[in-house]
């Protein structure tokens, strides 16, 4: 029996369900094939109120080339990905992962045509959409994350759901653009939530078996309601196609990137100094714990807010202002939502005993962005690089010591209307030459960018997590 069939089984099971009790042979021959039609006329109208928000991403970029010798791995050339994203705004921005429009030089999206375009009338074959430039807001590769923004106004867009109601077994619907087949959809379930591929991961998942394959990255999982709940990000299968295990970022994480991203061009996340790891079995044998999941703190850090308000290392994490706490990931999530300097109440247990604990809530450190606030736009900033950067004084070595060179500049920051290229260029690299050029500080690095013209290529030798290495890309026309 094939899926879609256990699919149809379970569709007429329900509606019939929803009739409630079994009529007479000759009643219930009429009624279920009308309810079966009104489903499928739900379905069908849902993906048309869906689809028009829903866009086809192509990212153009340059990397080392395919089959390209050890002897030969300083060759590059030219590479495109495609994937899917969602208009979450009518002005233009729009969601997607940060593995689809990462190291592009180029990034277009393809709109849905207007609905009131009369050549949908004549044809069941829609014309293509408008194909425009997009620029990169911003990238989170811890959530595999990317806003993006077009130059348009009044499109159509799709609101964001609240992932924390979703439950197994509830229906969602996959749009996107899988194998580059623009705007296709397919439906499932949810297979399960707060799902870890690994002990301890940074990012949680939501399950499910909806058809996902390569191309869908960054289109919509919505519920039947036609919210967003989550961002179908990947899969895993051992032939490369889709195995009915596919993963979407929770839209209650999405809400919190896209949120700062369009507000202040970057993500700040809070901390309260802590370590929250995920009780298992093991470990709760291991340690003699009444229970076997939850959270549980691994670290306290000296100082830190969670210090300083009594936390010890071994104390177990309840619930953060009364929501129950199942996991690490779960707790982190719900800390770094909070805003800066807000106060949270914990319910934590500490052998037999239970209290409630107050902590603020303080900005995690990021190592990529720790130097943003030491720089000053009308000093520091690369126009035609679209990067902030500092000279290396004795302040800025101590903060990163042990670099390979005594010269060089830091880039602190992109630049909020950065082109494309230049998020070949973090924050946190450090810049030792451009096209040969040797650069020792900042003003070295803005004489040499000014000289350079639109469609020069550009050679940059960085010193990236104690690497020394190349950057290349092109100036923008």
Excluded at 77 to 103: E, M, Q
Aim: proline letters at 5%; glycine letters at 10%; hydrophobic letters at 40%.
């Amino acid at each position: 029996m094939t899926r879609t069939h256990v699919v149809i089984q379970i569709m007429i099971v329900a509606c019939c369900a929803f009739l409630g009790p079994p009529l007479a042979a000759q009643e219930s021959s009429q009624t279920k094939p009308q309810s079966l039609n009104e489903l499928s006329d739900s379905f069908e109208a849902l993906s048309s109120r869906v689809s028009p928000a829903v866009v086809q991403i192509f990212a153009t970029g340059y990397g080392p080339a395919q089959g390209a010798s050890s002897s030969t791995s300083a060759l590059i050339s030219k590479r495109r990905a495609g994937g899917s994203g969602v208009i979450l705004h009518p002005d233009g921005y729009i969601v997607t992962n940060a593995h689809v429009v990462a190291d592009a030089r180029r990034v277009q999206v393809l709109l849905h045509t207007p609905t009131g375009d009369k050549r949908e009338a004549r044809s069941i074959l829609k014309p293509l959409g408008e194909r425009v430039g997009a620029q990169i807001i911003g990238i989170d590769r811890e959530t595999d994350l990317a806003v993006l923004k077009v130059p348009k106004k009044n499109l159509p867009y799709l609101e964001l759901g609240d992932s924390d109601d979703l439950r197994p077994g509830q229906i969602v619907l996959a749009f996107g653009s899988p194998m580059g087949l623009q705007n296709s959809v397919s439906m499932g379930v949810v297979s399960a939530i707060a799902r870890q591929l690994r002990p301890e991961d940074p990012m949680i998942y939501i399950q499910t078996d909806a058809t996902i394959n390569p191309g869908n990255s960054g289109g919509p999982l919505v519920d039947t309601e036609g919210r967003v709940v989550g961002i179908n990000t990947l899969i895993l299968s051992h032939a490369g196609g889709s195995e009915g295990i596919g993963f979407a970022a929770p839209s209650n994480i999405v809400k919190n990137i896209f949120n700062q991203f369009r507000s202040s061009g970057r993500v700040r996340r809070g901390h309260i100094g802590i370590h929250a790891q995920t009780i298992t079995p093991t470990m709760a044998e291991g340690l003699g714990l009444d229970r076997d999941w939850g959270v549980i703190a691994g670290d306290v850090y000296p100082g830190g807010p969670a210090d300083v308000a009594g936390l010890s290392v071994g104390d177990i994490i309840l619930s953060l202002d009364g929501k129950p706490m199942e996991n690490g990931r779960q707790f982190d999530v719900n800390i770094y939502r909070r805003p800066i300097g807000e106060k949270v109440n914990l319910e934590i247990q500490r052998g037999s005993e239970i209290r409630i604990v107050r902590v603020t809530v303080i900005e995690r450190e990021d190592e990529t962005t720790r130097f943003s606030d030491l720089v000053k736009p009308d000093e520091n900033l690369i126009p035609k690089l679209g990067i902030l950067c500092l000279d290396i004084d004795n302040t800025i070595r101590r903060l990163i010591a042990g670099l390979r060179r005594d010269y060089g500049v830091l880039v602190a920051a992109r630049s909020t209307d950065a082109p494309f290229q230049t998020d070949r260029l973090r924050a946190g690299d450090v810049i030792y030459s451009v096209n040969k050029k040797r650069i020792i500080d900042v003003k070295t690095l803005r004489e040499t960018a000014e000289k350079l013209i639109p469609g020069d290529a550009v050679v940059c030798q960085v010193e990236r997590d104690g690497r020394i290495q190349y950057v290349t890309f092109e100036i923008d026309l």
